[in-house]
């Protein structure tokens, strides 16, 4: 079985643009979570999707948005960036609720 | 607040020296505590899920323990190749989530 794939793989953008990145999961896994990690903070809960609802969010401001797709495919958007919002981007899937399995990530570094 | 403690932060090891990594946690309730392996540039890889006090599973040189409020990786007579972070992570069985809280992780390294 395929893994989770994440792209792009990395990004570089300027503060005040905006990104999206996308996660493709496990095939049959309905439920899809994104994570922040940064070497200060460590890996910190986005939200999460299960069939195209969020059902949870993390503690991040508005600009951190996210959608999932019938095909259980999700994006998640970051508008005006900042340069704290440099980070590795995780996104994991699972079959609700069970362990979760993470893709390699999207490093984006906002200058 | 729910939380989760690893220590030590770092550990080095000579090959062959067998040791424990800790992780404690404090949760309104448990529904399952994980184990996941990163190493640098990328995703964690998943490792253990635990359920409940008293459970153990095991893979190859790690052993994962469970008790009511904290979880031990062993790893016995370790390789160069198991170096790594190895990050420990809890459900909360209060929500319909899946949310992880994950703790900062303990850095291996296994020398030669």
């Known amino acids: 079985k395929a893994g989770v794939t994440q792209t792009p793989r990395y990004l570089i953008k300027t503060r005040g643009q905006q990104v999206t990145l996308s996660c493709s999961p496990i095939s049959g896994h309905r439920s899809v979570s994104w994570y922040q990690q940064t070497p200060g903070q460590g890996l910190q809960f986005l939200f999460e999707?299960?069939?195209?609802?969020?059902?949870n969010k993390g503690n991040f401001p508005g600009r951190f948005s996210g959608r999932q797709f019938s095909n259980s495919r999700s994006e998640m958007n970051v508008s005006t960036l900042e340069l704290g919002d440099s980070a590795l981007y995780l996104c994991?899937?699972?079959?609700?609720?069970?362990?979760?399995?993470f893709g390699p990530g999207t490093r984006l570094t906002v200058l | 607040e729910d939380q989760v403690t690893q220590s030590p932060e770092a550990l080095r090891l000579q090959e062959g020296e067998s040791s424990s990594l800790n992780c404690s946690y404090t949760?309104?309730?448990?529904?399952?505590l994980f184990w996941y392996r990163q190493d640098p540039g990328k995703g964690p890889e998943f490792l253990f899920t635990l359920y409940s006090a008293g459970e153990e599973k095991e893979k190859e040189r790690l052993k994962a323990t469970l008790t009511k409020k904290e979880s031990f990786l062993h790893i016995t007579a370790p390789k160069p190749e198991d170096s790594a972070t190895y990050l420990c992570a809890v459900q909360v069985q209060r929500s319909n989530t899946g949310k992880l809280i994950f703790g900062q992780g303990t850095t291996l390294q296994v020398k030669p």
């Open positions: 994991a899937s699972s079959l609700d609720q069970a362990a979760q399995y």
């Open positions: 999707y299960f069939s195209e609802t969020q059902r």
């Open positions: 949760v309104s309730g448990l529904r399952g």
